[in-house]
Protein backbone atom coordinates (compact mmCIF):
# COMPACT_ATOMS: atom_id res chain seq x y z
CA UNK A 1 0.00 0.00 0.00
CA UNK A 2 3.06 2.46 0.68
CA UNK A 3 4.53 1.86 -2.38
CA UNK A 4 1.24 2.42 -3.89
CA UNK A 5 0.80 5.75 -2.31
CA UNK A 6 4.61 6.68 -3.63
CA UNK A 7 3.46 6.03 -6.92
CA UNK A 8 1.11 7.95 -7.33
CA UNK A 9 2.85 11.29 -5.58
CA UNK A 10 5.53 10.67 -7.54
CA UNK A 11 3.01 10.82 -10.74
CA UNK A 12 1.31 13.72 -9.25
CA UNK A 13 4.68 15.48 -8.94
CA UNK A 14 5.68 14.35 -12.32
CA UNK A 15 4.47 14.76 -15.95
CA UNK A 16 3.93 17.61 -18.12
CA UNK A 17 7.08 20.42 -17.36
CA UNK A 18 6.45 24.22 -16.19
CA UNK A 19 6.29 26.83 -17.98
CA UNK A 20 8.57 30.22 -17.54
CA UNK A 21 7.22 33.64 -16.44
CA UNK A 22 9.35 36.97 -16.80
CA UNK A 23 9.85 38.83 -14.15
CA UNK A 24 7.51 41.37 -14.82
CA UNK A 25 4.57 39.11 -14.93
CA UNK A 26 5.58 37.19 -12.11
CA UNK A 27 3.71 38.18 -8.61
CA UNK A 28 5.86 38.80 -5.70
CA UNK A 29 5.33 36.85 -2.81
CA UNK A 30 3.68 37.76 0.28
CA UNK A 31 5.50 39.03 3.15
CA UNK A 32 4.48 36.00 5.52
CA UNK A 33 6.65 33.49 2.57
CA UNK A 34 9.39 35.42 2.86
CA UNK A 35 11.85 34.35 5.85
CA UNK A 36 15.30 35.70 5.42
CA UNK A 37 17.40 38.50 3.62
CA UNK A 38 14.83 40.88 3.31
CA UNK A 39 16.50 44.11 4.48
CA UNK A 40 18.93 46.25 2.51
CA UNK A 41 22.40 45.88 4.47
CA UNK A 42 24.52 48.69 5.17
CA UNK A 43 27.01 48.64 1.99
CA UNK A 44 27.74 46.93 -0.84
CA UNK A 45 25.21 43.89 -1.50
CA UNK A 46 24.33 42.25 -4.02
CA UNK A 47 20.27 41.14 -4.98
CA UNK A 48 19.42 37.14 -6.13
CA UNK A 49 15.59 37.24 -7.38
CA UNK A 50 13.91 34.30 -7.55
CA UNK A 51 10.86 33.30 -9.59
CA UNK A 52 8.39 30.31 -9.95
CA UNK A 53 7.80 28.81 -13.46
CA UNK A 54 3.70 28.30 -13.33
CA UNK A 55 2.28 24.79 -14.35
CA UNK A 56 -0.02 22.20 -12.92
CA UNK A 57 3.23 20.29 -12.26
CA UNK A 58 3.65 20.37 -8.12
CA UNK A 59 1.34 23.29 -7.97
CA UNK A 60 -0.41 22.44 -4.66
CA UNK A 61 2.75 22.15 -3.27
CA UNK A 62 5.19 25.32 -1.96
CA UNK A 63 8.67 25.34 -3.57
CA UNK A 64 11.19 26.20 -0.50
CA UNK A 65 14.05 28.25 -1.71
CA UNK A 66 17.25 28.02 -0.03
CA UNK A 67 20.46 30.28 -0.06
CA UNK A 68 23.72 28.26 1.99
CA UNK A 69 21.65 25.88 3.14
CA UNK A 70 18.73 27.81 4.96
CA UNK A 71 15.35 28.34 3.86
CA UNK A 72 14.52 31.83 2.80
CA UNK A 73 11.11 32.09 1.26
CA UNK A 74 8.19 29.77 0.35
CA UNK A 75 6.71 30.09 -3.45
CA UNK A 76 3.50 29.29 -4.93
CA UNK A 77 3.22 28.67 -8.85
CA UNK A 78 4.11 32.28 -10.42
CA UNK A 79 5.21 33.82 -7.60
CA UNK A 80 8.97 36.02 -7.22
CA UNK A 81 11.20 36.71 -4.47
CA UNK A 82 14.45 39.10 -3.97
CA UNK A 83 16.98 38.14 -1.83
CA UNK A 84 19.40 41.03 -0.48
CA UNK A 85 22.82 39.25 0.08
CA UNK A 86 26.08 39.90 0.57
CA UNK A 87 28.17 40.08 -2.66
CA UNK A 88 30.23 36.26 -4.05
CA UNK A 89 29.53 33.50 -4.80
CA UNK A 90 26.27 30.75 -2.79
CA UNK A 91 24.79 28.48 -3.48
CA UNK A 92 20.98 28.29 -4.43
CA UNK A 93 18.74 25.17 -3.44
CA UNK A 94 14.79 24.33 -4.04
CA UNK A 95 13.06 21.21 -2.82
CA UNK A 96 8.87 21.19 -2.40
CA UNK A 97 7.83 21.74 0.60
CA UNK A 98 5.07 20.72 3.14
CA UNK A 99 3.24 17.24 4.76
CA UNK A 100 2.02 14.76 2.76
CA UNK A 101 2.38 14.60 -0.73
CA UNK A 102 4.63 17.37 -0.84
CA UNK A 103 6.80 15.85 1.49
CA UNK A 104 7.42 12.81 -0.91
CA UNK A 105 8.33 14.77 -3.75
CA UNK A 106 12.47 15.00 -5.27
CA UNK A 107 14.71 15.97 -3.09
CA UNK A 108 16.44 19.36 -2.87
CA UNK A 109 18.29 20.45 -5.38
CA UNK A 110 21.32 22.75 -4.99
CA UNK A 111 23.62 24.94 -7.61
CA UNK A 112 26.08 27.38 -7.44
CA UNK A 113 24.99 31.32 -8.22
CA UNK A 114 26.80 34.15 -7.57
CA UNK A 115 25.56 37.53 -6.21
CA UNK A 116 27.21 40.70 -8.17
CA UNK A 117 27.48 43.62 -6.29
CA UNK A 118 24.91 46.58 -6.90
CA UNK A 119 22.98 44.49 -9.25
CA UNK A 120 20.11 41.81 -9.77
CA UNK A 121 21.08 38.12 -10.70
CA UNK A 122 17.74 36.44 -11.48
CA UNK A 123 17.28 32.59 -11.13
CA UNK A 124 14.49 29.85 -12.58
CA UNK A 125 13.10 27.09 -9.89
CA UNK A 126 11.07 24.91 -12.47
CA UNK A 127 9.75 21.65 -12.56
CA UNK A 128 11.05 19.33 -15.89
CA UNK A 129 9.07 17.06 -17.38
CA UNK A 130 10.55 14.42 -15.71
CA UNK A 131 9.19 15.71 -12.81
CA UNK A 132 12.69 16.40 -11.26
CA UNK A 133 13.15 20.25 -10.16
CA UNK A 134 15.54 22.86 -10.72
CA UNK A 135 17.18 26.20 -10.50
CA UNK A 136 18.79 28.25 -12.59
CA UNK A 137 19.63 31.74 -14.14
CA UNK A 138 16.76 33.28 -16.08
CA UNK A 139 17.14 36.63 -18.66
CA UNK A 140 13.38 36.62 -18.20
Same mark, same amino acid.
Request: glycine fraction near 12%; aromatic fraction near 6%; hydrophobic fraction near 40%.
Given at each position: MRILIGA? %? $?????????????????SQAPAQQLLKFQSK????FGTVQVIRD?????????? %? $??IDGEKVALLDPGQKAAFFVPPGPLTLGAAYSGSGMCGMGAERIERDAVAAQNSVKKYRVFTGGDGQIDILPTTL
Open positions: V %A $VMLLAGCSTSPVPSSQAPAGSSGHTGSFCSM %A $VF
